[in-house]
T-cell receptor, first 117, second 109 residues
Framework: IAGITQAPTSQILAAGRRMTLRCTQDMRHNAMYWYRQDLGLGLRLIHYSNTAGTTGKGEVPDGYSVSRANTDDFPLTLASAVPSQTSVYFC????????????????FGAGSRLTVL | GQNIDQPTEMTATEGAIVQINCTYQTSGFNGLFWYQQHAGEAPTFLSYNVLDGLEEKGRFSSFLSRSKGYSYLLLKELQMKDSASYLCAVRDSNYQLIWGAGTKLIIKP
């Protein structure tokens, strides 16, 4: 089934530990995104990638890094986790057609629930 | 600053109609989106408006007024499965999505 796969589904992590959240899509979408979702707040963009080999910072990039070595994979790394990074993380992708003024609809993964103690 | 406002929670009765409002203040406008998110699941796309007016898609309709910075999502013939959060998002002049906090819709029998 075409879509986005995220791993792990859930993780409890000690503060100070390094953690990588994995994201893989099989739709050949060129754009990918990482969001965090916290109670009472809208989705906040952490990092994005418009195409393989390029990345950009979103609204809340501090403490996170990403890479985009190929079209399909977009891992998110927390170098040294802190309790404020406790959240649900969503990876998303889109077939970016900004130049055509299209909808550029996002397809989301199922999410990774991360708890930092 | 940029912000999207929507009610935190709404309650409606099965079979009825409910309207979820969204007002926005953003740097430019390049479209407004509605997504549905069931508890513990990923958001899924519902509708997209870029021009003023009403877009109808089955039981769901979405309205946009760019001059008023206002949209609503109208859900008709409510079903229990419509219990979910509804997220409003606006794409700004930089083609970045600004998200509202979502409206939790509770459907009662």
């Amino acid at each position: 089934i075409a879509g986005i796969t995220q791993a792990p589904t859930s993780q409890i992590l000690a503060a100070g530990r390094r953690m990588t959240l994995r994201c893989t899509q099989d739709m050949r979408h060129n754009a990918m995104y990482w969001y965090r979702q916290d109670l009472g707040l809208g989705l906040r963009l952490i990092h994005y990638s418009n195409t393989a080999g390029t990345t950009g910072k979103g609204e809340v990039p501090d403490g996170y890094s990403v890479s985009r070595a190929n079209t399909d994979d977009f891992p998110l790394t927390l170098a040294s986790a802190v309790p404020s990074q406790t959240s649900v993380y969503f990876c998303a992708s889109s077939d970016s057609n900004r130049g055509l003024g299209g909808a550029n609809v996002l397809t989301f993964g199922a999410g990774s629930r991360l708890t930092v103690l | 600053g940029q912000n999207i406002d929507q009610p935190t929670e709404m309650t409606a009765t099965e079979g009825a109609i409910v309207q979820i409002n969204c007002t926005y203040q953003t740097s430019g406008f390049n479209g407004l989106f509605w997504y549905q998110q069931h508890a513990g699941e990923a958001p899924t796309f519902l509708s997209y408006n870029v021009l003023d007016g009403l877009e109808e898609k089955g039981r769901f309709s979405s309205f946009l007024s760019r001059s008023k910075g206002y949209s609503y999502l109208l859900l008709k013939e409510l079903q229990m499965k419509d219990s979910a959060s509804y997220l409003c998002a606006v794409r700004d002049s930089n083609y970045q999505l600004i998200w509202g906090a979502g409206t939790k819709l509770i459907i009662k029998p």
